[in-house]
């Protein structure tokens, strides 16, 4: 196990629409007040059109918000 070279997976973000483990990069948008991460514009698009407006706030989820 030494030099593992992966974080924890749960240290790791989700991404903030289909819930996909973001082992590096996304896409990271100001969304509720709060820094959030996404996998792809497609879902950052899901988020916008569909989640944050039927679920609000609790559209956001820990594991996507970074920063
Ligand atoms: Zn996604």
Redesign the pocket.
């Known amino acids: 196990m030494a030099d593992y070279p992966y974080q924890e997976v749960n240290e790791m973000p989700r ?1 903030g ?2 819930g ?1 483990l973001l082992t590096r990069g996304g896409l990271k948008a100001e969304r509720l007040d709060n820094t959030l991460i ?3 514009a497609k ?1 950052l698009e899901i988020f916008d059109t569909y989640k944050a407006p039927k679920y609000g706030e609790a559209a956001v989820w820990p594991e996507s918000i970074v920063g």
């Open positions: 991404c629409s289909c996909k996404f996998c792809s879902c």
